[in-house]
C-alpha cells in the first residue's frame, strides 16, 4: 500500500507541476504585460519552483562528451563493457587516448543514480582510464532475474574487476565513495586471500561506513535504535504492476530522499529560498546550479530489500566487517588477508553521514599491509558531498588520489 500510495501522490503532483510550468512560461512571456509589472514576476517564479520541486524524474544522463589530457580536448564516449541483470559495467572512452591507470569507480548502491558521482568521473578522466558500476533500478528488474544482496555485490565487483582486467594489464585501481567501501573492501581482501589475478593495485575508500562504530551520526543512529524486524516492517514496500520488477520486495528510493531531506530541512528550504530570490532577480545562472543539483538529488532509485536490510544488519548494526564475524559465501572475510592492495583512506572534516575515523578503520584493520602502502587524507572543511563533488574535490582531494595511484600503479 505505501509504494502505491506514493504513485498516486507522485501522478497528482506531476499534473500540477505540469500546470504550474505552463503558468510561469506564461507569466514570463514578453508578450504579456504581467511579466513587466505587479506581482507578476514574483508569481512566475514561485511558479517555477513549485513546478521545478514536483516534477517527476528519470535517471540523469552522465553527458561527459569531452575531456582534457595532457593539454588537448579529447571526445568522450560512453561504452558498455559487461550488462548482469542490477547493474551494468560502463566505460569512459577516450578517444585517441592510449594508457593511463585503469580506474574502476564504484557507485553508492543507496538510492540514487551513479551520475550522481558525475564530477568525480569527469575529474579523474583527465589522468585516468574510468570505468563505473551504473546500478540498476531494482523496480525495473523483472522477479526472473532472482535476488540481489551483499553477497552479489561483491561479486558483480569480482566480475567488473575481471572484465577490465581482460585486455592489458589484469589489475586496475578502485575508488569506493561512501557505501560502497564496505563491499568493495570485503571484495579487496577475497580476492588478495585467493590471489586473483585481478586484485586491485589500490583501493581507495571516501566516507565510508567501515567501522560506524567510529563518530556515529544520525544515519548511524537510526540504524542502531531500532531493530532489525523494525525495518523490514516499515521501510519495504513492494512493486507495483506498473513496473517491470512488480511484486518484488524493496527498500523504495523515495524514503531514502525522504530521510536525506529531513536531516537537512532547514538547508534545503533555504536553498529554495535563494532559487527563488534569484529567479525574481532575472539571475538565471545561480538559479539553474540550484536547479541542477535537485535534479540530480531527487533522482532516486530502489533497492532490493534483501540487500538494504542485509547492509543495516552488518554494517550499522553488528559492525561485522570490523568484529571479524563477515562472510561471503560462506567464508570469513578477513582483512588480515590483503598484503598487495595499497589503501588509502579519505575523510571530510564535517561528514555528517560517515563519522571521521569510520574509514580509516579500514587502514587499522588491514593488519598484514606494510604501513607504506597505506594513507590516510583528511580534507579540512568538506562535507560529505564535498568529498567526491566540487571545487574542493577537484583541486584538493584528486590530486592526493591521482598521487596514490601514480605511486601504486604497478
Not at 526472473?144 to 569480482?158: E, H, N
Not at 533555504?270 to 525574481?280: A, G, P
Not at 546550479?289 to 533522482?299: I, N
Not at 552488518?314 to 571479524?324: D, I, K, M, S
Amino acid at each position: 500500500m505505501l509504494y502505491d500510495a506514493y504513485e498516486f501522490q507522485r501522478s497528482m503532483l506531476a499534473g500540477a507541476s505540469a500546470m504550474a510550468n505552463f503558468g510561469a512560461g506564461l507569466l514570463q512571456n514578453p508578450a504579456n504585460p504581467f511579466s513587466y509589472f505587479g506581482g507578476g514576476p514574483v508569481l512566475a517564479s514561485a511558479l517555477e519552483v513549485f513546478a521545478h520541486a514536483a516534477a517527476p524524474r528519470g535517471k540523469p544522463a552522465f553527458g561527459i562528451t569531452q575531456t582534457v589530457v595532457d593539454g588537448r580536448e579529447v571526445a568522450v564516449r560512453e561504452e558498455i563493457v559487461l550488462r548482469k541483470p542490477f547493474g551494468q559495467l560502463k566505460h569512459f572512452v577516450r578517444e585517441g587516448v592510449i594508457g593511463g591507470p585503469k580506474l574502476l569507480i564504484v557507485a553508492p548502491m543507496s538510492g540514487h543514480y551513479a551520475t550522481l558521482l558525475r564530477d568525480t568521473v569527469r575529474r579523474m578522466l583527465v589522468s585516468a582510464d574510468v570505468y563505473i558500476t551504473d546500478w540498476r533500478d531494482a523496480k525495473l528488474v523483472p522477479l526472473s532475474d532472482g535476488r540481489f544482496d551483499l553477497d552479489d555485490y561483491i561479486d558483480y565487483l569480482t566480475d567488473f574487476l575481471a572484465a577490465i582486467g581482460a585486455e592489458g594489464d589484469p589489475r586496475a585501481h578502485v575508488l569506493a565513495v561512501c557505501q560502497p567501501s564496505v563491499p568493495a573492501y570485503a571484495a579487496t581482501a577475497a580476492m588478495n586471500r585467493d590471489r586473483h589475478p585481478n586484485r586491485p593495485y589500490t583501493l581507495s575508500m571516501m566516507g565510508g561506513p567501515i567501522d560506524t562504530r567510529e563518530a556515529p551520526t544520525a544515519v548511524n543512529t537510526l540504524a542502531t535504535e531500532r531493530p532489525h524486524a523494525w525495518f523490514e516492517q516499515n521501510v519495504i514496500a513492494t512493486v507495483p504492476m506498473t513496473y517491470p520488477g512488480a511484486g518484488r520486495r524493496v527498500y523504495p528510493g523515495f524514503l531514502q530522499l525522504a530521510g536525506f531531506m529531513s536531516m537537512n530541512l532547514g538547508n534545503h528550504m533555504i536553498s529554495h529560498w535563494e532559487m527563488f530570490k534569484h529567479l525574481v532577480e532575472g539571475d538565471g545562472d545561480s538559479a539553474s546550479a540550484t536547479k541542477d543539483f535537485y535534479d540530480e538529488y531527487r533522482s532516486v532509485c530502489d533497492m532490493t530489500a534483501e540487500f538494504y536490510l542485509q547492509t543495516i544488519e552488518l554494517v550499522f548494526q553488528t559492525h561485522a566487517l570490523p568484529n571479524g564475524t563477515m562472510t561471503h559465501r560462506g567464508r570469513p572475510v578477513d582483512p588480515a588477508s590483503i598484503t598487495d592492495t595499497a589503501l588509502l583512506a579519505i575523510e571530510g572534516e564535517r561528514d555528517d553521514i560517515s563519522g571521521l575515523g569510520q574509514t580509516r578503520a579500514a587502514l587499522t584493520l588491514a593488519k598484514a599491509l606494510p604501513e607504506e602502502m597505506k594513507q590516510y587524507h583528511l580534507a579540512e572543511g568538506v562535507g560529505h558531498y564535498g568529498i567526491f563533488h566540487g571545487s574542493k574535490w577537484r583541486n584538493r582531494i584528486a590530486p592526493v588520489l591521482e598521487g596514490w595511484i601514480a605511486q601504486h600503479g604497478g
